[in-house]
């Protein structure tokens, strides 16, 4: 039995947090894909900023970009797109198979776009238009600036996989947003069984912000809470989300064959060392969700994961706790809109650093 393929049967699907070319052809995305049921693939500027920034795979078409004299920008957006094309095309039997239901391959739109909301629009119709794949999914943040664009791209037909959200706040945003574009795309026309969309909730990051602020108060009551609110956060975002696809809110669209927004598990290797390596997999298996997982949590998960319907469990559990860390004085919002802001600074950070070594490789080639 493999856990991961077993993943499936709990109607959780397992995505894969990461690209690079090389995977692409020297068939480690095709075993993944055959013998371990992976069905999707997400990247963001930090995965290609590793894959393009940290290895030879890239060099061959960055020379021929720049003997054609493309800036680095462009540079940039052609070897990423070469990628995601690659990806789709070897995703289009799971989508195929699951009749649009997975089989994605997502790309983000740049991270300095995060606070510009018609920039964001913008970008994600040329990147989906450039791709030109039915199972592409554009990445747009869950920002204040990133809510109208949601909306405006479902409302166009486009697939979003929509990230770094931390909170409830973010998720009900988002899944208001997709209900919204979904309304908007029927009232114009528009075809609402087609379009698929993500909510990607951050999982780790938040036990690391929120361990820490328990750890200061030096108290036994918040030691026991340490590792458990991740978790509980989680865990009420997806009763939320069952009461909002599964009641009134969603309920007309439903009848149109619309899909509901999945969430996806992101952000769930384990940060902190002392914590279970799977922890953030095994607590959070259940129906209608995704989680995408970097290379190390995958053969953790294939090696040592738990199965069993976990998410839906232990839900006045994960409330209380959610309780007990407010009446410690502990601002799970607060920290949570730090998260963000952090996380589109950090995506920023790795863009940037992207693009400094595009334009260092691309100085060792000769312009035409």
């Known amino acids: 039995m493999n856990p991961l393929v077993e993943l499936h049967v709990y109607g959780q699907s397992f995505w894969y947090d990461n690209i690079r070319r090389k995977y692409l052809y020297d068939e480690t995305i095709q075993t993944l894909i055959d013998s371990d049921g992976l069905r ?27 003997a054609a004299n493309a ?7 052609s070897l990423v797109i070469v990628d ?33 909301t018609d920039g964001t629009i913008a ?5 989906f238009k450039a791709v030109h794949r039915p199972n592409v999914m554009i990445k747009v943040p869950a920002t204040p600036a990133g809510i109208p664009a949601i909306r405006t791209l479902i409302g166009e037909g486009l697939n979003i996989n929509v990230t770094l959200m931390f909170s409830m706040a973010h ?80 309920a007309a669209l439903k009848a149109q064959g619309a899909r509901p927004q999945r969430v996806l598990w992101a952000s769930t290797s384990t940060k902190n060392p002392d914590y279970p390596d799977t922890m953030y997999i095994d607590a959070l298996i259940g129906p209608e969700t995704v989680n995408t997982m970097p290379p190390q949590t995958v053969d953790a998960f294939r090696d040592h994961g738990k199965l069993g319907c976990t998410l839906p469990k232990d839900l006045d559990q994960a409330r209380e706790q959610l309780a007990q860390l407010a009446n410690l004085g502990v601002d799970l919002s607060a920290i949570t809109e730090q998260l963000q802001r952090d996380g589109v600074d950090s995506f920023a950070a790795a863009f940037d650093s992207l693009l400094e070594a595009i334009a260092i490789k691309a100085g060792t080639f000769e312009r035409s």
């Open 171 to 250: 998720y009900e945003a988002v899944a208001q947003a997709y209900i919204d574009g979904l309304t908007d795309l029927a009232a114009a026309g528009g075809d609402v069984t087609k379009v698929a969309s993500v909510a990607s909730f951050f999982v780790s990051r938040v036990d690391s912000a929120v361990d820490k602020a328990l750890a200061d108060l030096n108290d036994p009551a918040a030691a026991a809470l340490q590792g458990k609110i991740a978790i509980a956060n989680s865990k009420v975002t997806y009763a939320r989300f069952k009461e909002i696809f599964h009641g009134a809110p969603f």
């Open 71 to 77: 800036t680095t920008q462009q540079i940039y957006e």
């Open 123 to 127: 970008e994600a119709r040329r990147l």
């Open 84 to 116: 995601i094309k690659k990806a789709c095309d070897m995703f289009v039997e799971v989508f195929s198979a699951s009749r649009g239901v997975d089989g994605y391959v997502s790309l983000e739109v740049s991270p300095g776009l995060a606070r510009d």
């Open 40 to 66: 999707g693939m997400t990247s963001n500027p930090s995965i290609f900023e590793q894959a393009i920034g940290k290895n030879e795979d890239y060099d061959e078409q960055i020379g021929t970009l720049v």
